[in-house]
DNA sequence: GCTCAAATGTACCACCCGGTCCAATATAGC
DNA sequence: GCTATATTGGACCGGGTGGTACATTTGAGC
């Protein structure tokens, strides 16, 4: 489904990667909409727990997850965002997905908030906006990233937009006391 | 294909939405995919003519043109960007489908980057950064922005994302000279 | 070892999909 | 008006789709 899309992926295909039976699909998912959802919620967990590795809150382990991220798009051929490449084609599908979508998008989003409250409870930054509101700048400069380097396949949308997310993020840093 | 997809639109769909026969659809275009570029290109024939109307090489007309932006997308109901809700399943579907994809994108960048060329030729803007890559940072804030906004269905992410991205470029208006 | 529910295999289905084929019709050029 | 070509109508098709039905096997608990 990350490679192909929801509906360029049928449950044959899947099946048959699975070395598994109709009946075995029917029994723990109610549709293929459902098993799209447990699979985006499994990109996600693939996603968050590498992130987790990063202490996002200090500057160099925000880089380092950042260096990665695009590493990682590099190395998985410019198929683009684990979560984010399943998310348009599902918020068409239907409003159970999209909700679902938003769901995985705003977890994402909560565990950024907690690297900039660290950052902030600590003065590293000092801004008027919300830590939520800057995982949200983060996550759509991550996104359209991802987007456009996939489209083009070429790492440099991704380099440009976290840099650019980086260096907003570095501007948030007090100026030290006179 | 820009409300529910590529996938998620038939040819019958569209024929029925057209009052058209498939001898018709065949008679101009050689595959569903070969309309789907089409389709493509039209979009973004309709995203760039109401991008003209704007003086993106002011800083007025580049806000401006954010908030159209944004405007737009609350009118169409949190759909997405024409161009870029098309995008990611183009991408996944054929390599064909993809490098239209990119031109569309590649398009719209030369448009940005000639507003960028014209700001920073009139002393309005200074930086290391090529006006083209300017303005692919630019398109990957939009992009980006549009991408949570759908899935969310909130204004938000595309508020803050366009707004980072103004913000960044203003900060390249150079200092007064001394 | 028996029981019963959970898990799995298999066959099947109605429907929809993109695409083809060929006949019918309009239209432009003379 | 005749012809040649562009355009359109409509029937048809093979294959693939998600989903269902039901029989069978597995395995846990007693």
Do not use: N
């Not at 989003?109 to 949200?136: V, Y």
């Not at 380099?159 to 993020?169: A, E, F, N």
Request: hydrophobic share 40%.
């Amino acid at each position: 489904m990350y490679e192909r899309g929801l509906r360029g992926t049928s449950l044959e295909d899947i099946l048959r990667a699975a070395d598994a039976g109709k009946s075995q699909m029917y029994h723990y998912f109610s549709s293929k909409d459902d098993l799209a959802a447990a699979v985006l919620e499994h990109q996600l967990t693939q996603v968050l727990g590498q992130q987790q590795r990063f202490r996002l809150e200090t500057w160099s382990g925000l880089r380092a997850w950042f260096d990665v991220l695009i590493e990682g798009q590099k190395a998985r051929e410019f198929r683009g965002c684990p979560v984010g490449s399943l998310a348009v084609e599902m918020s068409a599908t239907s409003e159970e997905l999209r909700a679902s979508v938003a769901e995985a998008f705003l977890h994402w989003q909560s565990t950024l908030e907690q690297a900039f409250e660290k950052m902030r409870s600590r003065g590293r930054i000092e801004t008027d906006d919300t830590p939520a509101e800057l995982a949200q700048t983060t996550l759509a400069a991550i996104q359209g990233g991802y987007l456009l380097s996939t489209a083009e396949q070429d790492l440099q949308p991704m380099v440009r937009s976290l840099k650019l997310v980086y260096t907003h993020l570095r501007s948030l840093i007090p100026r030290a006391l006179p």
